[in-house]
Nanobody
Framework: QVQLVESGGGLVQAGGSLRLSCAASGRTFSDYNMGWFRQAPGKEREFVAAISWSGGTLYYTDSVKGRFTISRDNAKNTVYLQMNILKPEDTAVYYC???????????????????WGQGAQVTVSS
């Protein structure tokens, strides 16, 4: 089992920044590729960003490229999502998720991830 706990959400004005953190416990953190997803009210959960177990490969959905940065610190068992130039359409609950290195499935698919955090609310006001 892998336990994931997000933190760092909140309310910010458009153009502002937030940094989400996701602390992992229970298994060897570097055995997992990590992803961030978000879900707005009435919408399906969607992929935001992902990072390989080593941090050497990064993936982003087009709408956040150039604004969001995913990173990880394997010594601290933590993955981060730095969000800059936030827009009202970024408002959602943000979830971190863990995908085993042994699972060769697409990074951007919800079903590829076996473990999920409880979510952190991010609200961007216009």
């Amino acid at each position: 089992q892998v336990q994931l706990v997000e933190s760092g959400g909140g309310l910010v004005q458009a153009g502002g920044s937030l940094r989400l953190s996701c602390a992992a416990s229970g298994r060897t953190f570097s055995d997992y590729n990590m992803g961030w997803f978000r879900q707005a009210p009435g919408k399906e959960r969607e992929f935001v960003a992902a990072i390989s177990w080593s941090g050497g490969t990064l993936y982003y959905t087009d709408s956040v490229k150039g604004r969001f940065t995913i990173s990880r610190d394997n010594a601290k068992n933590t993955v981060y999502l730095q969000m800059n130039i936030l827009k009202p359409e970024d408002t959602a609950v943000y979830y971190c998720a863990a995908k085993s290195r042994s699972v060769s499935s697409p990074y951007a698919e919800v079903k590829s991830y076996g473990y999920w955090g409880q979510g952190a609310q991010v609200t961007v006001s216009s």
